[in-house]
């Protein structure tokens, strides 16, 4: 597996400025790394900006036609869900990450991982079966329990870094959060509990290309636990070597899946190895955390031999590259077909006789 050499790193010349956005509306909106990225902006030599997506001025401020790559850190709701990447693409401006399709179909766990067991008939990876809960569907413990097992999975179907996550044993603790679960987060998804160990893998786009990083280990969940925000945060979690075998099996599972969802930029997939060696997919995050000596994903990169400003780097670079799967904006649309001009009046005609 190759990298950019870092003292090959040159930002291209098309670069100039970095407009790197935090805030939104969600519960990982504070654990935005702006900060840092900026710093890194900066050390690059480039000129880096600040804006905030929840200010009434941020759709003129980001027009501003100085601004070269606009480099996302909302992580939640309307800031990775497709909705920011949408407006981008609607005002013409090049941003690191992925287009609206990936990013709205990796935002919901639900749809992502239906999508993920439509591509591998082999099943080399998997994802758990899952039941929607809503204040329309409220279905009970044992209804759940009965098609998915108990214990089962109980989290948010849209939210990211563990928020609302439970590990649901009996039909008191699903009673005890139904409500509050639902008045927070709206939806929630109930999926089948998976023993094993959870493992991370980056994804960074380097040219055209989607390279996977090392995978990190996580953490084991044979006891029943889960993993919370405090465990994404923990700075001992990736140290333990990976078997070669199933190193290059995570690797091969994140660029399959990468591919098929249109991902690019940076991603990171969290799966789960149960005790028959399947790899059972959790999600696919699109824009992950890039706290320095916090998140995985950094972590990841260093282990590749690439440094967090080489990170940066490379992320910028890859907004110049074109989205995967994007519909092709035309500025200069073909002139309209003269069939058309002759077929309306036809039309109208007929819609007045049958008005009449």
Not at 31 to 49: F, H, K, N, P, Q
Request: charged share 20%.
């Amino acid at each position: 597996m190759e990298y950019m050499n870092e003292r090959e790193a040159v930002v291209l010349p098309l670069v100039r400025k970095v407009a790197v956005v935090s805030g939104g509306w969600s519960h990982e909106a504070n654990y935005s790394a702006a900060t840092s990225v900026m710093a890194a902006v900066e050390r690059l030599g480039l000129v880096a900006v600040h804006l905030d997506y929840r200010s009434p001025d941020f759709i003129h401020a980001v027009m501003d036609k100085s601004i070269d790559v606009v480099f996302p850190q909302t992580l939640g709701a309307y800031g990775e869900d497709g909705s920011l990447q949408g407006l981008l693409d609607y005002l013409g401006r090049r941003y690191v990450g992925s287009g609206p399709l990936a990013s709205a179909a990796c935002a919901n766990k639900l749809a992502c991982s239906r999508f993920v067991n439509s591509l591998d008939p082999d099943r080399r990876f998997i994802a758990p079966a899952g039941i929607l809960v809503s204040r329309e569907r409220r279905l009970s413990h044992d209804r759940i329990a009965e098609r998915l097992g108990s214990p089962f999975v109980f989290k948010p179907l849209a939210s990211g870094a563990s928020f609302g996550l439970r590990l649901i044993d009996n039909a008191a603790q699903y009673n005890d959060c139904l409500d509050a679960s639902l008045a927070e987060f709206d939806y929630m998804l109930a999926e089948q509990f998976c023993r094993g160990e959870e493992y991370s893998v980056g994804l960074l786009q380097a040219g055209q290309s989607m390279l996977p990083l090392p995978p990190l280990f996580v953490r084991g969940n044979v006891n029943g636990s889960m993993s919370d925000i405090d465990d994404k945060l923990r700075h001992d979690k990736g140290m333990r070597t990976i078997e070669a075998g199933l190193s290059r099996r995570l690797r091969a599972a994140a660029s399959t899946l990468a591919e098929a969802l249109g991902v690019c930029g940076m991603a990171r997939m969290d799966v789960i190895v149960d005790d028959q060696g399947r790899i059972n997919f959790i999600e696919m995050n699109t824009l992950p955390g890039l706290l320095p000596g916090l998140c995985l994903f950094p972590k990841m990169c260093g282990a590749a031999g690439v440094s967090y400003d080489s990170m940066v780097r490379m992320a910028i670079d890859s907004a110049l590259q074109p989205k995967p799967m994007q519909m092709r904006k035309l500025d200069n649309p073909p002139p309209r077909p003269a069939m058309l001009d002759q077929l309306e009046p036809a039309q109208r005609c007929h819609s007045q006789a049958e008005a009449a």
